[in-house]
């Protein structure tokens, strides 16, 4: 009954930017954090960057001061500028939610992918 759709991926050169966007939709009392991990191929899916509810944010240390997330409560979305693109940056984005509906939950989007390549 809840749904995160994804959108903005593709293929960038090194340098370039992509933004991410999500948007939360369905049965939702709250959300709590929202955020953007990413999986590259043979690793595990880490943490790029989350947002609470009140606008505190969370970066990991490889995309401090290139990336920046920000969130429209109103609209449920969360949003992911990514500025000077590295080839290790290449992986497959995911939107995260912590929300209640009936209950406090998860949920993930389909995953988008953003490759960095010249």
């Known amino acids: 009954q809840v749904q995160l759709v994804e959108s903005g991926g593709g293929l960038v050169q090194p340098g370039g930017s992509l933004r991410l966007s999500c948007r939360a939709s369905g049965i939702i009392f709250r959300i709590y954090d929202m955020g953007w991990y990413r999986q590259a191929p043979g690793k595990q899916r880490e943490l790029v960057a989350s947002?609470?509810?009140?606008?505190?944010?969370t970066y990991a240390d490889s995309v401090k001061g290139r990336f920046t997330i920000s969130r429209d409560n109103a609209k449920n979305t969360v949003d992911l500028q990514m500025n000077s693109l590295k080839p290790e940056d290449t992986a497959v984005y995911y939107c995260?939610?912590?929300?209640?509906?009936?209950?406090?939950?998860?949920?993930w989007g389909q995953g988008t992918q953003v490759t960095v390549s010249s």
């Open positions: 947002v609470i509810s009140g606008g505190a944010t």
């Open positions: 995260n939610a912590k929300l209640k509906n009936y209950v406090l939950s998860d949920y």
